[in-house]
């Protein structure tokens, strides 16, 4: 499905048909139908199916066993994982989440919240494991101009987390992208290894097109998985049953990473 997208030249249209899909607008449209048909039967029966998909689809209590069996995220990545890669082979890269084009309170651009995360952890690696670490991530295909990911990243790094980036990859749109560009990058440098930074809801379309990526050049690529994001709901039982934002965000993000799987995004 993807190459089909790619190959009729609507990369710029997967964010909006990719939202079509997500929630909460499949249950928006139900209840809107059940609006419609509420003089009959069916109506009353698709209002309230419609209501119980928007609060089901916001509670943590759905969205994190659905996380679980709809993409099977890897667990966290053991110390011991790290013992034996050979620091001349392997890289710690470390894949954008989301840029702020501007931030007023730092009075330029910045990363976005999943990002910031993915790249202290990248940095966190480094430092415990020597190895060096990179971040793939450009401007998204329903981005905005202005300064790349990457290049964000690489500032951030540098100056506020005092550890720079080895490698820079500012030119990739999405995941595929972020994969194909990285492997470019690397294979001339004799990595063979990737320690792969991503969130845990990520990282099963990620690691698929990195090994894909590998592949296609030639490379008996390695990926070792280093999810971060791996922090439950630790309220109690009850209360996540009780819509939150939390809940929300996450459910769409599994829906999300689900329909990438399936279209082989």
């Not at 993807?2 to 449209?29: F, T």
């Not at 990737?194 to 809801?201: A, P, Y």
């Not at 296609?216 to 070792?224: S, W, Y």
């Amino acid at each position: 499905m993807n190459e089909i997208v790619m190959r009729l030249g609507l990369e710029s249209w997967k964010p909006l048909l990719s939202a079509l899909l997500l929630p909460p607008l499949p249950a928006l449209l139900v209840v809107v139908l059940g609006g419609l048909l509420w003089r009959r039967r069916l109506g009353l029966a698709l209002l309230g199916l419609g209501v119980a998909m928007l609060w089901l689809e916001a509670c943590t209590a759905v969205a994190e066993p659905a996380k679980r069996w709809l993409l099977q995220p890897p667990p966290a990545l053991e110390a011991a994982a790290l013992k034996g890669l050979a620091p001349a082979g392997t890289a710690i890269i470390v894949l954008g989440g989301k840029r702020e084009a501007f931030a007023p309170e730092y009075g330029t651009s910045s990363l976005g919240i999943y990002s910031l995360e993915r790249l202290r952890y990248g940095l966190w690696l480094s430092r415990a494991s020597g190895l060096g670490v990179g971040f793939s991530g450009g401007v998204g295909h329903a981005g905005m101009q202005g300064e790349a990911e990457a290049t964000i990243a690489a500032r951030l790094a540098a100056e506020e987390f005092r550890h720079p980036l080895r490698w820079v990859e500012d030119a990739s749109r999405d995941t595929r992208e972020n994969a194909a560009r990285s492997v470019a990058l690397l294979k001339p440098q004799g990595i063979t290894t990737i320690v792969l930074v991503t969130h845990d809801w990520h990282m099963p379309r990620a690691q698929r097109a990195f090994e894909q990526a590998g592949a296609a050049a030639g490379m008996a690529l390695r990926v070792v998985p280093a999810p971060v994001g791996l922090a439950g709901d630790d309220s109690l039982p009850l209360l996540r049953w009780l819509p939150s934002g939390a809940g929300f965000t996450l459910m769409r993000w599994v829906v999300r990473e689900r329909i990438g799987l399936l279209m082989g995004s």
